[in-house]
């Protein structure tokens, strides 16, 4: 075939224990800037699935069919009914029911015979739990009365919870108002608030002033020395507002230059007098939020900008945001559940594929219990079914690299397990090879997967589409790595390719709705394996993956 060809120099010693199929395929093309989503296959790779298309599919070693066969929906079906029973509670992180599902995934882990990863004899890696941690969701009630969960990371961030009876949380519903700047400043004649009454409301703004930099000098005296957002937030609380929404890049600067929206958390806390929370959304989930368009949004951005005055008429009403957020309960330790299938070759078994899939989800709170099947009992289902398969096979058909399993707790809170994991790795960073992460794979189109950040090493966005010639997915290649939204970001940083299988937001996404009845376990089991065969495809190779940061 062709694509042994062209890797005969190392074809010959991954004949035994690798693919032939899963080699570098030199016309790949390096990284795409990671800006907009978009489908595949592009232009460019159209030619080149023509192609492969055409040759003839080299079979899979006896053991490696047959590991692969024993992936199936009915087994991914157990694993995501135990995860998201009423037993564990929704998983919250810190919780009891979060310690049971790690329970679980050790149990799993134990019988299928990996060696502890955690230290020691131990499968657990267990961590403080960070002062401050939250949960959070942001929902959009439409005026046809459905619910839209925003995705916390990419459409929103929290700044500010404030403390109720002893207690930092939230749990608020009103209907949004766009307030255009939001400053009440009454020395220089400039009030967002004047004439309005957003008692049990839900105030929208504009992050800034109308004023160019220039202003700042005299500015500053008038909004205090904590400056203009708390400023904002307290004029809002003062007007009756029930939390304060602050759209970044309003006028969309950044999208016309094709870049992502940016969430810029809060540096420092608020003063203890701010009473009401603090959130600030892109460009895109404020459409949303006001119910109109984002060229209307910009025009009101630069109306506002022209005029110095607050944004009115039938525009500045929008939908209604409902608000859940708490911080975590202090004095909790989290657990990562990591396991170890050593590898085959005395050599590069010092080496690592780390495949990993996030454990905890919601839990309970005033919606009612967050049972997470999509959310990531999923992953979790494929994580074990890997571990299963990858143990059955024989020593001498073991992945030349070893393969490192995680189970990451703190996903929902700040992406706290695999950061931790970024630091106390049992393999450390530099010789781990790849990061396969899987989170939220059974939901929507059961035949799509999305495969992101494939080019972070344009040999694997060539590998794992050859390993899916095996399986017959429909692969989404966004250009957006979706960096800081899943457990792939830590590794990322640490310059290790990284290949994240996503299934996309659905109507379940963040509610009790996320049920077993709204997942597709053949899905799950197909996604399984083709990212199986990703890492032993990468596990195999004499040499490592190259790795590509977007320019």
């Excluded at 232009?43 to 899979?60: Q, V």
């Excluded at 997915?473 to 792939?488: A, N, V, W």
Aim: glycine share 10%.
């Amino acid at each position: 075939m062709p694509s042994i060809t062209r890797t005969l120099v190392c074809s010959t010693l991954l004949l035994v224990c690798s693919l032939p199929l899963l080699a570098q395929d030199s016309r790949e093309k390096g990284p795409t800037p990671p800006s907009e989503e978009r489908a595949t296959p592009t232009p460019s790779e159209a030619p080149r699935a023509k192609r492969t298309s055409a040759e003839a599919l080299e079979p899979l070693p006896l053991e490696l069919r047959s590991a692969l066969a024993g992936i199936t929906s009915q087994r991914v079906l157990k694993h995501v009914t135990s995860l998201t029973s009423p037993e564990l509670e929704g998983r919250e992180a810190g919780e009891q029911g979060a310690l049971l599902g790690a329970s679980y995934v050790a149990r799993e882990f134990r019988r299928a015979g990996l060696r502890p990863g955690g230290g020691g004899s131990s499968f657990y890696q267990a961590f403080p739990l960070s002062p401050g941690a939250t949960t959070a969701q942001l929902g959009v009630v439409t005026s046809a009365n459905s619910l839209h969960v925003l995705e916390r990371g990419a459409d929103f961030a929290l700044t500010h919870l404030p403390r109720r009876g002893g207690k930092a949380q939230v749990a608020i519903e009103g209907r949004v108002e766009l307030v255009g700047y939001g400053l009440s400043l009454p020395a220089i004649g400039f009030d967002s608030y004047r004439g309005r009454d957003l008692k049990g409301k839900v105030a929208l703004v504009f992050a800034g002033a109308p004023w160019g930099s220039e202003a700042n000098r005299w500015l500053s005296p008038l909004v205090g020395k904590e400056g203009l957002l708390v400023a904002k937030a307290r004029a809002a609380a003062k007007a009756g507002a029930l939390a304060l929404l602050v759209v970044e890049d309003p006028a969309g600067w950044r999208r016309s230059l094709g870049l992502e929206s940016e969430l810029r958390p809060l540096e420092g806390a608020f003063p203890s007098d701010v009473s009401i929370a603090v959130v600030n959304v892109t460009p895109e989930a404020a459409t949303r939020l006001s119910g109109v368009s984002s060229t209307r949004l910009s025009k009101a951005c630069f109306e506002a900008r022209r005029t110095r005055r607050p944004v009115r008429g039938a525009q500045a009403v929008g939908h209604v945001a409902r608000l859940r957020a708490r911080v975590a309960r202090p004095g909790r330790f989290l657990r990562n559940v990591i396991g170890v299938v050593v590898g085959s070759d005395p050599d590069l078994r010092q080496e690592a594929v780390v495949i990993g899939a996030h454990l905890d989800h919601l839990g309970v709170d005033a919606d009612g219990l967050h049972a997470g099947a999509n959310d990531n009992a999923s992953g979790i289902s494929a994580l074990l079914e890997i571990a299963r398969a990858l143990s059955s096979l024989s020593p001498a058909r073991k992945p030349r690299r070893s393969v490192v399993l995680v189970a990451f707790d703190g996903e929902e809170i700040g992406q706290l397990g695999s950061h931790y994991y970024a630091k106390h790795a049992p393999f450390p960073l530099d010789r781990t090879r790849l990061m396969i992460n899987f989170d939220m794979i059974g939901g929507n189109d059961p035949g799509l997967i999305w495969a992101v950040a494939s080019r972070s090493s344009d040999v694997l966005h060539g590998l794992h589409q050859e390993a899916n010639r095996h399986v017959g997915l429909r692969l989404k290649h966004p250009i957006s790595f979706r960096l800081g939204r899943s457990d792939h970001t830590a590794f990322y940083r640490q310059r290790i390719p990284i290949l994240y299988f996503f299934g996309g937001l659905n109507e379940q996404y963040h509610t009790p709705q996320d049920t077993i009845e709204h997942v597709s376990c053949d899905k799950i089991a197909k996604v399984a394996k083709l990212a199986l065969l990703t890492a032993w495809g990468t596990a195999n190779r004499v040499e490592p993956l190259p790795f590509h940061k977007p320019r």
